[in-house]
């Protein structure tokens, strides 16, 4: 099996190789946004007391290099693009400013319950996990309001949240249009439109729908796109939708254990699991972890390996933001 510090696991699951063995030569990718001055503080970046206080709260100690960069250009009220992958700390780097300046905007002109920012997240794992992201970092504002709505859930309790109103929606792009024709969402107002993981909303089939919304928000509103990737239908939607976005790149600071060893095999789809089958047969093994892209995935591939003899307790299937794990043990 070929052997790589970081590389991508072509596999269905990645098989993580726990051996012990002192392998990590190569030095971590350096953030290409890491700030020259390590030193920067939150209270150096502009950001509104009250969101400040919540970081501190959460126990952030310093911006991450995504967030030094971004947070004083969305303050700024310029559109930024980041190249940034989970990880790197790239929801509070939009959620901070957008929280900041609509707690400024608070203050100026009284509270509204009007939608002022919409956050768009291809699952509904991203979704809540951005919305509490929100809420904990809004926790010392008033009378403000953090509602993720997304499909495959009842409608009610969506449509009771809007007409209460909530400053901040975050939300699927298909369920984000059915409100916005039921005429549940009112954009009319909004400040903000963030596009979280972009690459993967497209490559969910979203990009019409997020076409549409950018198309129903007000022309002034700002943007922040956020993305693993720049393909090139990403380039173009943030030519045509962005005003004049600044560009902001930060690499996965990706940190190997010296005594974890990486491998990984290429396999066509419709192989993976046999080959994990295979793998799982032939290594010996006390535990393992395997990744896949979502929850039904997961619950699929436990499926698979249980009816071909592994045991998989139930509590161990879970998952968390896009990505979710299965514990395998024998
Ligand atoms: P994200 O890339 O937004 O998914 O964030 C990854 C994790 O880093 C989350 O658990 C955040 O709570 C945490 N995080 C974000 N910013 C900071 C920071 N400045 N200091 C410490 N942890 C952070």
Redesign the pocket.
Known sequence: MPENQNDTIETAAAVIDAEAAAAAEAPAASPEAESEDNSVKFADLGIDGRVLAALQD???????PI?AATIPLLLEGRDVVGLAQ???????AFAVPALSRLAELHDLNGPSRKTQALVLAPTRELALQVAE?FTSYAKHIDDFTVLPVYGGSAYGPQLAGLRRGAQVVVGTPGRVIDHISKGSLDLSELQYLVLDEADEMLRMGFAEDVEQIFQQTPSDRQVALFSATMPSQIRRMSKQYLNDPAEISVKTKTSTGTNIRQRYLQVMGPHKLDAMTRILEVEEFDGVIAFVRTKMATEDLADKLKSRGFQLPPSTVTSR?SSASALLTR
């Open positions: 959460v126990g952030y100690e310093k911006p991450s967030q989970t990880g790197t700390g790239k929801t509070a992201a933001s």
